[in-house]
């Protein structure tokens, strides 16, 4: 009878989420905001290399925004032109031998 009721706590404790930094919070408040839980890691590593704030004001403004379907694209958009350096190609300095 215990190990069935420590079982079932245990279970509902593996449904929480379970965030430990600022960059985690933030990425999962981006992914709410944009309502794409589908890539609520992407988001994450987004804030964890990149200004958090930036990144959370821009998702606040694409939320509010009622006629986008899709959030997270569109997010994807605004980022790409008002933060160009976030998407630079890093490969082409990884080996300099290579060409």
């Known amino acids: 009878m215990l190990e069935k009721e420590y079982l079932e706590i245990l279970k509902e404790r593996g449904k929480q ?4 930094k600022k960059y985690q919070l933030t990425g999962l408040l981006i992914a709410q ?3 794409d839980e589908k ?11 990149h200004n958090s704030d930036d990144l959370l ?6 939320s509010e ?7 997270g694209g ?3 958009r605004i980022l790409t032109k008002t933060h160009p350096d976030i998407f630079k190609n890093k490969k082409k300095n990884e080996n300099p ?3």
């Open 74 to 76: 569109y997010f994807m």
């Open 33 to 35: 905001l944009l309502e």
């Open 97 to 99: 031998n290579h060409q």
């Open 57 to 62: 004001s821009i998702a606040k403004d694409v």
């Open 39 to 49: 890539h609520k890691s992407f988001y994450i590593k987004l804030a964890k290399k």
């Open 65 to 71: 925004r009622k006629k986008i379907k899709n959030k």
């Open 17 to 20: 989420s379970h965030v430990y």
